[in-house]
């Protein structure tokens, strides 16, 4: 089992910056891969960004150029630096842990809101 545990999200203003983490624990050697989902109201769950192991890293046409996502493996933490955000942005963001055998962990969700 991995635990993932996500903070950081909150409300901000157009054109603001946020900082979202994710700590993960349990069997962390399983992982393959890492990354930031987000599910506005109404809509379904969509992909914002990943990273593997190697460091690759993968983004939704929609956030390139202003997301960044990287990892602290030393600490067990994913992050998402989100910047220049637009109302757009605003949902329930969660973090996934993609593992072994295809199983994929998911965390509680953190609020985005971004609005004046």
């Known amino acids: 089992q991995v635990q993932l545990v996500e903070s950081g999200g909150g409300l901000v203003q157009p054109g603001g910056s946020l900082r979202l983490s994710c700590v993960a624990s349990g069997v962390i050697f399983t992982i393959d891969s890492m990354g930031w989902y987000r599910q506005a109201p109404g809509k379904e769950r969509e992909l914002v960004a990943t990273?593997?192991?190697?460091?690759?890293?993968n983004y939704a046409d929609s956030v390139k150029g202003r997301f960044a996502i990287s990892a602290d493996n030393a600490k067990n933490t994913l992050y998402l630096q989100m910047n220049s955000l637009k109302p757009e942005d605003t949902a329930v963001y969660y973090c996934n842990a993609h593992a072994v055998r295809a199983i994929d962990y998911w965390g509680q969700g953190t609020q985005v809101t971004v609005s004046s």
């Open positions: 990273i593997t192991r190697s460091g690759s890293t």
